[in-house]
């Protein structure tokens, strides 16, 4: 089987569109934040995705998703460090998520539950942050560095 992750393209927006509606995840504003995209490639297909929102000094992880065949086989976790890493070469101090699933992976790797007001106002002027959706989502924070 060969696995790939690859940094996203604009031709990549299809398919991650997709995979995000069957995790019922929100696809807003993906064509903006592309570039920090990372997905997944298992014989040449998409099967996973995960992004980063930068705003100032704090991240947004969003849009984390992998498809159901390929579920806790730690591509997920592959996906995640990548992730990381992009996050500490922009020099990020934290991150934060909208925790809807999964928090206990989160949590297994250094995310803590905070309450919504204490995100940085340029986290909560995102979109991800402003959907109606999205507003009932717990708030987890990482800090990086």
């Given at each position: 089987?060969?696995?790939?992750?690859l940094n996203a393209t604009q031709d990549d927006?299809?398919?991650?569109?997709?995979?995000?509606?069957k995790a019922n995840l929100p696809p807003d504003d993906l064509e903006r934040w592309i570039d920090n995209f990372f997905v997944l490639t298992i014989e040449g297909k998409i099967e996973?995705?995960?992004g980063l929102?930068?705003?100032?000094?704090?991240?947004?992880?969003r849009s984390f998703a992998v498809s159901e065949d390929y579920r806790s086989k730690g591509h997920g976790l592959k996906l995640y460090a990548e992730l990381i890493a992009a996050a500490?070469?922009?020099?990020?101090?934290?991150?934060?998520?909208l925790a809807k699933g999964a928090s206990g992976f989160f949590e297994k790797n250094g995310f803590k539950f905070i309450d919504r007001n204490e995100a940085?106002?340029?986290v909560?002027?995102?979109?991800?942050?402003k959907l109606d959706e999205c507003r009932k989502y717990?708030?987890?924070?990482?800090d990086i560095n």
């Open positions: 089987m060969k696995l790939n992750i927006i299809p398919a991650i569109t997709k995979l995000l509606k996973g995705c995960i929102e930068h705003w100032e000094n704090t991240g947004l992880l500490k070469e922009l020099n990020l101090n934290s991150m934060l998520l940085p106002e340029s909560k002027n995102s979109i991800q942050f717990d708030v987890m924070k990482l």
